[in-house]
């Protein structure tokens, strides 16, 4: 016998608002087994890519043992939380990317194919990984997939080597001739998740009226929780209280602004100050779209290739595109190191808040795959070999944690890209210069 009380596509809806809730327990059918009653659940596929420009110092990234991570490197120390949930692949490559540029480690990153060399509109790549999923399991959702970046990308024309900008702009295409734009500024990410209808201007003149999008549909909350239990009341309370401090942020962030009217050209207008509030924002929209089921596909460009963006916050002062091009200075070296350990340790935050999001009889870090890498090596030489490349999460698809997978010989990148959409239920032959599947990340170990 099955039961459902409330359908899982359940949205609280006011003016200007529309919010899609966390699963319950109300959502999921029981079956009686032997007189006593369990809920079934299925978990929900999820695939996520963070990216991390312009390479990194792989002396100081490559974990100590082979097989486990029981020795963690100096920048992946702050996976140790979640190294039981975490996989790291040594001496993977990405020739597409060649002959060698920032704008080809971008845009082969989720294509695994070949940028047409060209500096005006008649650019050329591949349909992104990101996107193959997108159309398996994309319609099933709100958004089909979701795009973020934490640099306005402003620039166009020729940016590279001959290459269009494009190419480094969007890591996403969703065909050879489409790229799709990321979006920086957290307030019109948190209106696309969670906002309804009328022009910008409407709504800013609705919210205007009030504190926040959650007030319009108080009544509908109210409504709801009177038909749910305890549990599930405590599940949609917390959810829209992490709905709200993550609106109080972003407004936190708008009005630091019109205190401080003078530009800041390193961000865009109304974004935190700081470069870590600005991430942990876009992150934990992230895990909110994730939560309310609202998409299944995301992309995170962390900064853009070629940022000339320093990092005061953590010591580091120096432009982050020259502090790359380290021509072997050590001191250099260790300040680009300290910057790869900076952006890993705010990945490893949100790993952390994923993981401690529960989801029906597991937590959300459990459903997702979560490829983190970049799509250039030693960027001193702009070689697209011995990428740094970590996926996390998994555990519902039967991906091993703890893993430290060192290649005796380069391995596409593209394999990666197979295994993980065949393990989110898009099985397809082949993907880019693929080879094979990376079967190690779901097998035990074997010593």
């Not at 140790?80 to 993977?92: K, Y």
């Not at 307030?187 to 409407?202: A, I, K, S, Y």
């Amino acid at each position: 016998m099955t039961k459902k009380s409330i359908p899982r596509r359940t949205f609280l809806k006011g003016v200007g608002a529309s919010f899609a809730l966390p699963l319950l327990d109300a959502m999921v059918p029981a079956a009686s087994v032997f007189g006593k009653t369990r809920a079934i659940t299925q978990p929900v596929k999820r695939l996520g890519y963070v990216y991390m420009p312009m390479g990194c110092d792989i002396t100081r990234w490559t974990p100590g043992n082979d097989n486990t991570l029981d020795t963690l490197s100096p920048i992946l120390d702050s996976l140790a939380n979640v190294r039981d949930h975490v996989s790291v692949l040594t001496n993977m490559e990405l020739k597409p990317a060649y002959p060698g540029s920032h704008a080809t480690s971008n845009s082969a990153f989720l294509s695994a194919a070949r940028a047409k060399v060209t500096e005006s509109t008649d650019y050329y790549l591949g349909t992104t990984a990101d996107q193959v999923a997108a159309k398996h399991i994309g319609q099933a959702t709100q958004l089909p997939s979701l795009e973020l970046a934490m640099d306005l990308l402003q620039t166009v024309g020729q940016c590279d080597n001959g290459y269009a900008c494009v190419y480094q702009n969007n890591l996403s295409w969703s065909s050879p001739t489409t790229p799709l734009p990321a979006e920086a500024h957290p307030r019109l990410v948190f209106e696309n998740l969670f906002g309804e209808g009328g022009t910008p201007e409407q709504r800013r003149a609705a919210l205007q009226k009030r504190a926040s999008l959650l007030d319009s549909v108080a009544d509908d909350i109210r409504r709801l929780k009177r038909d749910l239990g305890a549990q599930d009341r405590d599940k949609v309370t917390e959810y829209l209280d992490s709905i709200r401090e993550v609106e109080r942020r972003i407004q936190k962030a708008e009005s630091d602004t019109e205190e401080n009217p003078l530009p800041d050209l390193d961000r865009p207008t109304g974004v935190p100050a700081l470069y870590a509030d600005h991430a942990r924002l876009m992150f934990d929209l992230q895990l909110l779209a994730y939560q309310g089921d609202i998409t299944r596909i995301s992309t995170f460009q962390l900064a853009r290739e070629t940022s000339n963006r320093a990092y005061p916050e953590i010591g580091v002062s120096d432009p982050h595109h020259p502090l790359s091009h380290h021509g072997g200075n050590a001191d250099k070296i260790a300040r680009m190191a300290k910057i790869n350990a900076f952006h890993v340790s705010l990945f490893a935050e949100y790993l952390e808040k994923l993981k401690a999001t529960p989801e029906g009889d597991s937590n959300l870090l459990d459903n997702s795959l979560i490829l983190y890498g970049s799509g250039m090596g030693n960027p001193n030489n702009h070689d697209h070999t011995n990428l740094p490349t970590i996926v996390a999460g998994g555990a519902a698809a039967g991906m091993q944690g703890n893993r430290h997978i060192r290649y005796d010989k380069p391995t596409p990148l593209a394999n990666l890209h197979l295994t993980l959409l065949d393990k989110i239920g898009v099985p397809i032959e082949s993907f880019g210069d693929s080879d094979g599947m990376i079967s190690e990340l779901f097998q035990p170990i074997t010593l």
